[in-house]
């Protein structure tokens, strides 16, 4: 007998009702973890205009402080998208009367940030021809060990990065290195790929470079500008006193950064790097296979010659633009208009005029190349910028200053570790640090006047200050170097916490300890006349 297919209804035989526009289950796709922390950022900027009074009776300080609430719950729920909430102080700052729309704009376009431009495009011209590759074969070389050996790999990649550090700025030197050490990384496989000490040593080596190079800076006047900006004030107050030379500030500052970098390491071996990480490392890490790659590169090209010496000129323009009050630098002949990021944007642009040799008319760089670069790192530190012009213009600052004359009344043994952990404290939320020690240091010239009957040294106080600043470890936004780290996408802000803290804690504990001893004999105790 034939059979007849079953014909499909050209309607449902019955119509199931509508869900509901408001549906209250675990599943609720309108009230979820992600809408309450999308609502609770105006919330509690809403909270802060309505209950907070701080008794200034100046209403920008108010709403600043409850924008920032807005922005920081943003940032750290990840409620919208990280540069969305970078840009929010675009309109945030002008409708909550903080600064006009001009001011903030320029927040996201200065003179660091310039220097960060030109810093990226170089690092794409490098990762581009390869060279990173080239350099993260030698090193791993040199340190693996054979058997492998985790710890001495990640000690000799994290010294390389301070090493750079100490003669560049730690943005430049991030920049620089960060390549290198993925380009260590990109041999293992992916985290959730392999054994979970792959991924683990992959976080230690991302957060040691991040790390190294603000250890790094701190031992040369040159490795970071917040040096420099203690040397200007140093000369300003104290006209007729010693400067501080290159040579002082590094009998003090290179023991300093090699106890908190051993600090560093150790911390980052405890939590990231296991007995059982070499046999984990040993199947994708072989010194026999390291030299056989190496030699399969072959010479340098052309192209890698001219881009290494674009860096190499980089780097000596950046150490001898300004180098100390006896020695001045070449920026004297432009009378301090240039900047480190004049210079690192001019060499940039050389990129894309000397030619690669390669193809006819092709140059280092092209500029669909520099698609990649990453413009949510630019808007993270244009945000951070914003926020510091902000507490400056709002006369928030002022408030911080008065809040700080606590410190007075401390006894002298007391005061490195305490000044250092305020301005450790300070500046994870601003993210110069530049910023933070120009706020930091005149408040703490004049606390040396009320310490010791104005005997004591204003150095004793105002070199922790400075170097405080420099131990922004716990947050992205605490300074550009710990962007460029969090911007791989290999590490978190729990990473950074986690590490940061105990590391703050022992550069902090470091500092307490010198000053008072190798500092006194390096600065000298008494006020100069």
């Given at each position: ?9 050209l309607?449902?035989l019955?119509t ?11 599943n ?11 609502v ?17 009776g ?10 920032l ?11 919208v998208?990280?540069?969305v ?16 729309a ?6 996201y ?10 810093s ?19 090193i ?11 710890r001495?790999?990640?000690?000799g ?5 301070a ?6 700025s ?15 990384l ?12 792959i ?6 080596v ?11 800076g ?12 203690l ?25 300093l950064?090699?106890?908190i ?15 059982k990480?070499?046999?984990?490392l ?18 340098m ?9 674009v ?8 150490m001898t ?23 690192s ?6 990129l ?15 500029w669909?190349a ?5 413009f949510?790192i ?7 910028f ?10 928030l ?15 002298h043994?007391?005061l490195?570790?305490?000044i250092?952990l305020?301005s ?14 120009t706020?930091?240091?005149p ?7 009320a ?11 105002m070199?922790?200050g400075?170097i405080g ?6 947050l992205p ?11 791989t996408?290999r ?6 916490v ?9 550069s ?10 190798l ?6 105790a008494?006020r100069?006349?």
């Open positions: 007998m034939e059979t007849h297919p079953t014909k499909t209804p309607l449902p019955h199931p009702p509508p869900p509901p526009i408001f549906q209250f289950s675990p609720c796709t309108l009230f979820n973890k992600n809408t309450l922390c999308l609770l950022g105006p919330l509690l900027c809403l909270l802060t205009w309505l209950f907070l009074d701080l008794g200034s100046r209403e920008p300080d108010r709403n600043l402080i409850g924008v609430g807005w922005i920081f719950e943003w940032w750290i729920s990840e409620a998208p990280m540069p909430t970078s840009m929010s102080p675009l309109f945030l700052f002008p409708m909550f009367g903080v600064a006009s001009g001011e903030v704009a320029k927040s376009m200065n003179d660091v940030i310039a220097l960060v431009l030109g990226f495009i170089l690092a794409l011209a490098i990762e581009r021809y390869n060279i990173h590759r080239r350099l993260a074969l030698n791993t070389v040199a340190f693996c060990g054979d058997p492998v050996q985790p001495l790999l990640l000690l990649i994290c010294g390389t990065a090493f750079v550090s100490m003669w560049m730690n943005i430049a030197a991030a920049v620089m290195m960060m390549p290198v050490a993925t380009g260590v990109q041999r293992l496989p992916a985290e959730g790929d392999g054994p979970p000490e991924g683990r040593f992959s976080k230690a991302v957060l040691g470079v991040t790390y190294s190079v603000a250890v790094g701190m031992s040369t006047l040159t490795g970071t500008g917040v040096n420099l900006v040397v200007g004030m140093w000369g300003t107050y104290f006209p007729g006193a010693r400067p501080i030379s290159f040579s002082t500030w590094f009998m003090f500052g290179f023991p950064a090699l106890v970098f051993f600090a560093m390491w150790a911390i980052l071996c405890f939590y990231y790097v296991s007995h990480s070499g046999s984990a040993a199947d994708y890490l072989d010194k026999a296979h390291l030299k056989r790659e190496l030699a399969l590169l072959g010479p090209s052309f192209a890698e010659k001219m881009i290494l010496a860096f190499g000129m980089l780097v000596v323009l950046w633009r300004n180098i100390t009050d006896e020695i001045p630098g070449w920026g004297t002949l432009f009378h301090g208009r240039v900047s480190d990021g004049t210079v944007v001019m060499m940039a642009t050389l894309f005029i000397i030619p690669n040799k390669k193809r006819e008319g092709e140059k280092l760089m092209d669909s520099c698609k990649h670069l990453p949510d630019l808007l993270l530190l244009g945000a951070g914003a926020i510091a012009d902000g507490i400056r213009a709002t006369g600052a002022d408030s911080l200053s008065v809040a700080l004359s606590f410190l007075s009344a401390a006894p043994l007391a490195a570790p305490l250092c305020v450790a404290t300070l500046t994870e939320f601003i993210t110069s640090n530049a910023a933070a020690t706020l930091v240091l408040i703490l010239v004049r606390l040396s006047d310490v010791g009957s104005g005997d004591m040294n204003p150095l004793l106080l070199v922790p400075c600043t420099q131990f922004a470890f716990m936004t605490g300074t550009p170097s710990n962007v460029v780290g969090f911007g996408g590490v978190g802000i729990g990473d950074m986690r590490v940061g803290a105990p590391l703050k804690v022992a902090v504990a470091a500092l307490a300890l010198l000053m008072p001893t500092g006194v004999a390096v600065f000298g008494n100069p006349s």
